[in-house]
T-cell receptor, first 114, second 112 residues
Framework: DTGVSQNPRHKITKRGQNVTFRCDPISEHNRLYWYRQTLGQGPEFLTYFQNEAQLEKSRLLSDRFSAERPKGSFSTLEIQRTEQGDSAMYLC????????????FGPGTRLLVL | DAKTTQPTSMDCAEGRAANLPCNHSTISGNEYVYWYRQIHSQGPQYIIHGLKNNETNEMASLIITEDRKSSTLILPHATLRDTAVYYCIVRVDDTNAGKSTFGDGTTLTVKP
């Protein structure tokens, strides 16, 4: 069990560019979550997958954001035409569907949009 | 999911017990109380959860009041490494459960 991993850990980009983040969950976990966290705030839910199906999306997930989990394993989160307001920590978590579901978080990708 | 209320910050002396309160007065009968913590620049880490009985694990104890409207996370012997933001969350825990709704948490500072 190597835990949840996220890449890259840091990303600096210019406004208007597209960025993509990757999350590798714990191998047997069938649920995967994306959260966004800005400075001084708790994580805010963006979306989650059960296997390859995207089951819920937050209103925070604008048209510029898209997430995929093509084979039910790793997931990508893409932000198109980045804006300065997208600067945040993007956190991924995974869990095993069922009772006593506990989400295990990765270290996050910190995005800075200049 | 029910909303939670936590103090913004707390201090604790190293080696003493840290008691972190959480109010969740609108909790429903099928909602569990979860606690996570987040050390600076890391992802949140699961600590403990419970429904109505008190729970204990190697990290902490969770005391839930009889009416379930509040709870307390207890770190029995706080160390400097316990300095973190602690989040109390309530959520339904069934096969259709998904997101967790985090508040702003309590910043615990353990002092030497």
């Amino acid at each position: 069990d190597t835990g949840v991993s996220q890449n890259p850990r840091h990303k600096i980009t210019k406004r208007g560019q597209n960025v993509t983040f990757r999350c590798d969950p714990i191998s047997e976990h069938n649920r995967l979550y994306w959260y966004r966290q800005t400075l001084g705030q708790g994580p805010e839910f963006l979306t989650y997958f059960q296997n390859e199906a995207q089951l819920e999306k937050s209103r925070l997930l604008s048209d510029r954001f898209s997430a995929e989990r093509p084979k039910g394993s790793f997931s990508t989160l893409e932000i198109q035409r980045t804006e300065q307001g997208d600067s945040a920590m993007y956190l991924c978590a995974s869990s095993l569907r069922g009772l006593w579901e506990t989400q295990y978080f990765g270290p996050g990708t910190r995005l800075l949009v200049l | 999911d029910a909303k939670t209320t936590q103090p913004t910050s707390m201090d604790c002396a190293e080696g003493r017990a840290a008691n972190l309160p959480c109010n969740h007065s609108t909790i429903s009968g099928n909602e569990y109380v979860y606690w996570y913590r987040q050390i600076h620049s890391q992802g949140p880490q699961y600590i403990i959860h419970g429904l109505k009985n008190n729970e204990t694990n190697e990290m902490a104890s969770l005391i839930i009041t009889e009416d379930r409207k509040s709870s307390t996370l207890i770190l029995p012997h706080a160390t400097l490494r316990d300095t973190a933001v602690y989040y109390c969350i309530v959520r339904v825990d069934d096969t259709n459960a998904g997101k967790s709704t985090f508040g702003d948490g309590t910043t615990l500072t353990v002092k030497p």
